[in-house]
């Protein structure tokens, strides 16, 4: 499993207020997580449409497994360590 984490420079969020709602212009550079409930699709992720219960803008998923199977792992390994 590959997990990567991204750096954001200022320069990628400078217009984030605009690209980072429903149905924005371009994509929206920062994360902002999506509840697990909601089923990603890669068809309409170019069209910025995906939100949450109250409506307002996401594009990001949890890694659960991370949270279920890696993370439990890493705890147990570390304090054998």
């Not at 420079?9 to 400078?14: G, K, L, S």
């Not at 699709?41 to 990001?60: I, M, P, Q, R, T």
């Amino acid at each position: 499993m590959l997990i990567h984490a991204k750096t954001t420079v200022p320069a990628e969020t400078f217009s984030r207020e605009k690209m980072c709602k429903l149905k924005a212009p371009s994509h929206c550079l920062v994360g902002i997580p999506c509840p697990d409930n909601l089923p990603f699709s890669d068809a309409l992720h170019k069209d910025n449409v995906f939100h949450n219960e109250k409506g307002e803008f996401c594009n990001c998923w949890m890694n659960r497994k991370v949270d279920t199977y890696w993370l439990p792992k890493l705890r147990d390994a570390l304090r054998t360590w």
